[in-house]
T-cell receptor, first 114, second 112 residues
């Protein structure tokens, strides 16, 4: 079985500060891992994904995440927060070849203070 | 422009009525999915379909039904058997061997 845990339902940072959103997963098979972003009353947009290969993954809007198998983690980071980064972020896991059948974490709402 | 279109964006229904949410995609994707989103619970899979005329239950299928008569379309019916239907519903699609899902803009259903 697969599952995802996002640590912290709300994270608040100051503009220009480091963003760190935590995600831990469990999976009995090699996972595919994703981070999605959702703005209010909108659908989800893919930020980045890990499938195979390089464990440090770069995504859109300056975000990146590192797959750490030993820690079963896939934390999302951004060096410098911008006001436009305020949104809800979801970590998700899937199996190989089932990229749309996702198991989601509970979500983390990111607030950015001026 | 390729994408996934959900309609309507907002939907209000009286308790006890069935309601159908529309989802259309022009990405030529084989697989389509319906997710339900509730505050603090992330997204949960309702139904999915990997090919036309075939679909499978997800984690929370009770009180919902779907059809997949065309590759482009995957409508979701919320029946009166669904005990708590008020939620945000998201449709997604992916290619058969795809590694990611593409999402529509969602339909917010309110049952009064």
């Amino acid at each position: 079985a697969q599952s995802v845990t996002q640590l912290g339902s709300h994270v608040s940072v100051s503009e220009g500060a480091l963003v760190l959103l935590r995600c831990n997963y469990s999976s009995s098979v090699p996972p595919y891992l994703f981070w999605y972003v959702q703005y209010p009353n909108q659908g989800l947009q893919l930020l980045l994904k890990y499938t195979t290969g390089a464990t440090l993954v770069k995504g859109i809007n300056g975000f990146e995440a590192e797959f750490k198998k030993s820690e079963t983690s896939f934390h999302l980071t951004k060096p410098s927060a911008h006001m436009s980064d305020a949104a809800e972020y979801f970590c998700a896991v899937s199996r190989y070849n089932q990229g749309g059948k996702l198991i989601f974490g509970q979500g983390t709402e990111l607030s950015v203070k001026p | 422009d390729g994408g996934i279109t959900q309609s309507p964006k907002y939907l209000f229904r009286k308790e006890g009525q069935n309601v159908t949410l529309s989802c259309e995609q022009n990405l030529n994707h084989d697989a389509m999915y319906w997710y339900r989103q509730d505050p603090g619970q992330g997204l949960r899979l309702i139904y999915y379909s990997q090919i036309v005329n075939d679909f499978q239950k997800g984690d929370i299928a009770e009180g919902y039904s779907v059809s997949r008569e065309k590759k482009e379309s995957f409508p979701l019916t919320v029946t009166s058997a669904q005990k708590n239907p008020t939620a945000f519903y998201l449709c997604a699609s992916s290619s058969r061997v795809g590694t990611e899902a593409f999402f529509g803009q969602g339909t917010r259903l309110t049952v009064v």
